[in-house]
């Protein structure tokens, strides 16, 4: 009999997710891309507009952090921040055209990384499965 953790379904799927992020996020780092980065461009690709709070959730950030990282990009020209006309504590961020066109680039490599590391069938059967698990 092995380890528990041969066979934990959690231990399993965290040590897949921190495998192939691991090898994704060296490709970004050596395009110098921020990991912070490529998931604010990939959560508004390729054209949804979300508040702070909605980034923060997509991006498994902090909000406060988040605010510091989308100022940052919005100097940088990759992302436009807008205030809700009915709450002004509001701000939706969207993608300008040279964010988007970064994000192109970058969304095409994490596909193609994903071909790489499972058949097109089994990635879905395994994105099924995360979203049921997700839904609970």
Same mark, same amino acid.
């Given at each position: 009999?092995?380890?528990?953790?041969?066979?934990?379904?959690?231990?399993?799927?965290?040590?897949?997710?921190?495998?192939?992020?691991?090898?994704?996020?060296?490709?970004?780092?050596?395009?110098?891309?921020?990991?912070?980065?490529?998931?604010?461009?990939?959560?508004?690709?390729?054209?949804? *507009?979300?508040?702070?709070?909605? &980034? %923060?959730? !997509?991006?498994? @950030?902090?909000?406060?952090?988040?605010? /510091?990282?989308?100022?940052?990009?919005?100097?940088?020209?990759?992302?436009?921040?807008?205030?809700?006309?009915?709450?002004?504590?509001?701000?939706?961020?969207?993608?300008?055209?040279?964010?988007?066109?970064?994000?192109?680039?970058?969304?095409?490599?994490?596909? *193609?990384?994903?071909?790489?590391? &499972? %058949?097109? !069938?089994?990635? @879905?059967?395994?994105?099924?499965?995360? /979203?049921?698990?997700?839904?609970?």
């Amino acid at each position: 009999m092995g380890r528990f953790t041969d066979d934990y379904l959690l231990y399993l799927a965290a040590q897949a997710s921190a495998a192939l992020s691991a090898e994704f996020h060296g490709w970004l780092a050596s395009r110098g891309v921020p990991v912070s980065t490529w998931r604010i461009l990939a959560s508004l690709y390729p054209d949804a *507009a979300l508040t702070i709070g909605e &980034l %923060s959730e !997509a991006c498994l @950030a902090k909000q406060p952090t988040m605010t /510091r990282t989308v100022d940052r990009l919005a100097a940088q020209g990759l992302v436009r921040r807008a205030d809700d006309a009915a709450d002004r504590r509001r701000v939706s961020v969207s993608l300008t055209p040279e964010g988007l066109a970064l994000a192109e680039g970058l969304v095409a490599e994490a596909r *193609a990384h994903e071909a790489r590391a &499972l %058949s097109p !069938a089994k990635a @879905a059967a395994l994105k099924r499965t995360l /979203r049921e698990i997700l839904k609970r």
